[in-house]
């Protein structure tokens, strides 16, 4: 199917039958692509501890290759990220417009800092990028900076925003919500209408990498069910789109199931355009897979257990006959609480954040969404679909 009959059957679906992208059984919807380890920034926060590029990473024709086994697969959306993806920005161009020719629709995470003019980005427009991901943390640039630990990192996200407007490139902000600044939301939410936005990823920190040492700034249950219901007010009356990313992907049916139980319908936004239509919680190795700058296959970025490698086997082997993939698709492999969890079909935790927390990737998410979906009268038939977690 070609990329514009793609998106407008996305469309479609979202406005007359109020449906998120279609899922397919054992089939990888959603892929990341690190392209590259280097970084301009050294954020405290970051899962793949970037800075130095690998000395081995993918070359462009091993690149388009996995993109030519993902088209295979029936990967609908591939998110470019690194690292900071735009330091191979050759090698972004060529594989952005590689994946629309084989209807895939790319996207990126790019910390901004090298989309300091339109021509810079008028050719991601003009490669195909259908969506930049620019974090902003904090309403306070200092703040901001600091978890980034680069001065100036601030005024340069804002910039890039403001030129991708400027093109008609569209632009989701994401902010990593902590103990330290997820009160911040509604100052975040003003700026971010004030620069004609109304996309946020949030990502509730998976301590995997450096992330290992902020592990103390993780929300607590209390202050995530804070941050659900700030959100589920602010749908109410703005048409904004949030999802979570990094260890929530029941957001959408979690907060869908809120606005029911509470009476409140959310604004006529796209909201479904980055639901996936699926009943498996936790997509890593199910509905989703990460590829990484050196050929190695994770289930998600942040779960980082090799599955394979794409130098040593294709990605469509890879797939199907990983037995760590294997193993994640079966839930009844799970211990713990998720394991004798009513929801573990549905929801069946994050797997990065048990992996980080507890060192078993079949163990317990200590971040689980349990408690919110009980307060809430959520039952485990409600979870319909789950939100892109990207990284």
């Known amino acids: 199917m070609g990329i514009e009959l793609k998106l407008l059957q996305m469309m479609l679906r ?7 992208v279609e899922a397919k059984p054992l089939t990888p919807t959603v892929a990341s692509f690190a392209v590259t380890k ?27 290759k996995v993109i030519t086994d993902l088209a295979e697969l029936g990967t609908q959306a591939l998110i470019f ?3 900071e993806p735009l330091i191979r920005k050759d090698m ?18 790019t910390n901004g800092g090298f989309i300091q003019t339109k021509k810079a980005a008028l050719e991601l427009k003009e490669a195909g990028i259908m969506a930049l991901g620019i974090p902003i943390d904090s309403v306070e640039p200092d703040k901001h900076d600091w978890l980034r630990q680069v001065p100036g990192t601030f005024a340069k996200a804002i910039n890039a925003i403001k030129i991708c407007r400027e ?5 989701v902000v994401t902010t990593m919500a902590l103990q330290t600044n997820y009160k911040q939301l509604p100052q975040l939410v003003e700026l971010l209408q004030s620069l004609d936005l109304d996309m946020v990823a949030i990502y509730d920190l998976v301590p995997q990498g450096r992330g290992k040492d902020v592990e103390e700034l993780l929300m607590t249950d209390t202050q995530r069910l804070e941050v659900f ?11 904004m789109l949030f999802m979570f990313s990094g260890g929530q992907p029941l957001y959408p049916s979690v907060i869908t199931e809120m606005h029911k139980q ?13 639901w ?23 289930p998600c970025p942040f779960l980082p257990l090799k599955a394979g490698n794409v130098r040593e086997k294709n990605m469509v082997d890879i797939w199907y006959h990983s037995p760590l993939l294997k193993t994640l698709r079966d839930r009844s492999n799970l211990h713990g609480e998720c394991g004798k969890c009513e929801f573990r079909e549905t929801c069946g935790g994050c797997r990065g954040r048990a992996h980080a927390l507890t060192g078993d990737y079949l163990g317990d998410d200590i971040a689980c969404l349990k408690k919110v979906m009980n307060k809430e009268g959520i039952t485990p038939d409600c979870i319909e679909h789950f939100g892109w977690c990207v990284g």
């Open 14 to 20: 979202q406005k007359i039958l109020g449906k998120g």
């Open 81 to 83: 990220t690194g690292g």
């Open 276 to 298: 996936i239509d699926a009943q498996c919680g936790c997509p890593a190795g199910i509905q989703y897979i990460s590829i990484r700058p050196n050929g190695d296959v994770f």
């Open 167 to 171: 093109v008609d490139l569209k632009v």
């Open 229 to 239: 219901r700030y959100l589920q007010k602010v749908q109410e009356t703005r048409e």
């Open 262 to 274: 509470h009476g409140t319908k959310p604004k006529n936004l796209l909201l479904k355009e980055f």
């Open 38 to 64: 280097a970084c301009n920034l050294n954020c405290l926060h970051c899962h793949a501890e970037a800075r130095e590029p690998f000395p081995n990473e993918l070359t462009i024709p091993e690149g388009a």
């Open 92 to 109: 972004i161009l060529t594989l952005a417009e590689y994946a629309v020719d084989n209807g895939i629709i790319p996207a990126m995470l």
